[in-house]
C-alpha cells in the first residue's frame, strides 16, 4: 500500500486520545477517515479537539477507514478487532490484545489469513532504552521489574495483571526468549473484585528467574526493570528513558584500628538512547507493517504466548484467594 493510509481511530478516552493526536501529526503518512467512541459526548469532544470527523457508527468508519486503531477498553477488544478484520482492515489494538488466549488465536488466524497486519499497541517496546536493551542484554540470570502507580480509578474492566503487568511480562518474555517452565504468582484486590496489586516469579526453561511486579494502588509512580547478568547490572528507568549499566564491581572490608569500612566500586556506563515519543514510534512501525516494508515488532504468536502467562498468573492469584 503507498500513498497515505485512510486511518479510523475507534475508542477516543484517555488512551484513545493521544492516537488521535500522535495520527493527526503524522500527516504524511495517515489521512484521518475518522474517529468513534461509544459515548456521544466524547466524540463530538475529540472531533472538534482535534477537526477530525466524528462517526456516529462504528461500521461506518471501518467502513471508509483502510487501518484502525482500536483503543476501547480491553474487554471490548475482541468484538471491535474482530469486526475490522472481518471487513479487511489492518487492526492496530491496545494492550492486551484480548482478555484470552483462545480469543488471540482467533484474531491473529483471522488476520494471517485474510493477509492482514494485527499489531498489538506494547508501546513499551518502542521506548529507546527498551530497544536499546536488545544490544546489552546476553544470557540474563535475574530480571526484576516494578511497574508501580497510583490509583487512576478508570480502568475497571481487569485487574492489574492485564493493566500494567502486561507490559512488563512482553518486555520479559521477549528479551529471555525462552519457554516460561514456572509461574508462581500472588495478588490483592482492594478496589473491587480484580486484582490491584500483582507479583509473579517465572523460571525460564535455561534457568533465568524474573520477578515482575505491578501495583495500581502505591503512592509514586516507578517503572524499572533491572537485569543481572554474569558481566553486568543493567538498571532501566522507562519515565527518563535511561540505562545505567555496571561493571566489574569489586568489594573490599577496609579495617583500621577505629573502624571497619566496607568499600564497592563498580564501572557505571551510561548509555545515550535516542528519546522520542514510544507511541509515535509504535505508529511509524504500524505504517511500515501495513505498506509491507517490516513485519510486526510484536508478532500475533508472541502476544499469544504472553497473554497465555498473563492467564497462568491471573489462575494462581485467584486460586490463592
Ligand atoms: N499502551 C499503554 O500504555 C496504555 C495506557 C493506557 C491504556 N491502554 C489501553 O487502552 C485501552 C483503553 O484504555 P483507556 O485508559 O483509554 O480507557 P478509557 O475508559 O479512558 O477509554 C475508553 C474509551 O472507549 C469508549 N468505548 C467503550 N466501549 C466502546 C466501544 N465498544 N466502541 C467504541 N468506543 C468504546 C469509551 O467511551 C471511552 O471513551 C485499554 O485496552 C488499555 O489497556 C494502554
Request: aromatic share 6%; net charge negative; glycine share 6%.
Amino acid at each position: 500500500m503507498n500513498g497515505k493510509i485512510k486511518l479510523g481511530l475507534i475508542g477516543t478516552g484517555h488512551m484513545g486520545q493521544y492516537h488521535v493526536n500522535v495520527a493527526v501529526g503524522l500527516a504524511n503518512e495517515y489521512e484521518i477517515a475518522g474517529i468513534y467512541d461509544a459515548s456521544a459526548a466524547r466524540r463530538a469532544e475529540i472531533a472538534d479537539r482535534f477537526s477530525v470527523k466524528g462517526f456516529e457508527d462504528i461500521d461506518a468508519l471501518i467502513d471508509a477507514s483502510e487501518a484502525v486503531v482500536v483503543a476501547v477498553p480491553t474487554a471490548h477488544h475482541y468484538e471491535v478487532a474482530k469486526k475490522a478484520l472481518e471487513k479487511g482492515r489492518h487492526v492496530l489494538v491496545e494492550k492486551p490484545m484480548t482478555t484470552s488466549a483462545e480469543q488471540a488465536r482467533e484474531l491473529v488466524g483471522l488476520a494471517e489469513s485474510r493477509g492482514l497486519i494485527l499489531q498489538v499497541g506494547h508501546v513499551e517496546r518502542f521506548n529507546g532504552a527498551v530497544l536499546e536493551l536488545r544490544r546489552v542484554v546476553d544470557k540474563p540470570l535475574l530480571i526484576e521489574s516494578r511497574r508501580l502507580a497510583p490509583n487512576s480509578g478508570r480502568i475497571l474492566d481487569v485487574g492489574v495483571v492485564m493493566d500494567l503487568l502486561i507490559h512488563d511480562l512482553d518486555i520479559t518474555m521477549n528479551l529471555v526468549g525462552e519457554e516460561v517452565k514456572f509461574v508462581d504468582a500472588r495478588g490483592v484486590a482492594r478496589t473491587g473484585k480484580h486484582e490491584d496489586v500483582a507479583t509473579a516469579v517465572l523460571q525460564f526453561e535455561g534457568g533465568c528467574v524474573a520477578t515482575i511486579t505491578a501495583s495500581r494502588l502505591t503512592q509514586a509512580k516507578v517503572r524499572t526493570l533491572t537485569i543481572t547478568q554474569e558481566s553486568a547490572y543493567i538498571i532501566l528507568d522507562f519515565s527518563t528513558q535511561d540505562i545505567d549499566i555496571h561493571r566489574q564491581a569489586t568489594s573490599a572490608y577496609l579495617m583500621t584500628r577505629e573502624e571497619l569500612k566496607y568499600r564497592q566500586e563498580s564501572f557505571v556506563e551510561k548509555i545515550f538512547v535516542h528519546k522520542d515519543n514510544p507511541l509515535r514510534q509504535e505508529h511509524i512501525h504500524f505504517v511500515k507493517c501495513v505498506r509491507g516494508q517490516t513485519t510486526p515488532i510484536v508478532d500475533g504468536q508472541s502476544d499469544i504466548r504472553t497473554i497465555e502467562i498473563a492467564s497462568r498468573i491471573l489462575e494462581q492469584i485467584h486460586s490463592s484467594w
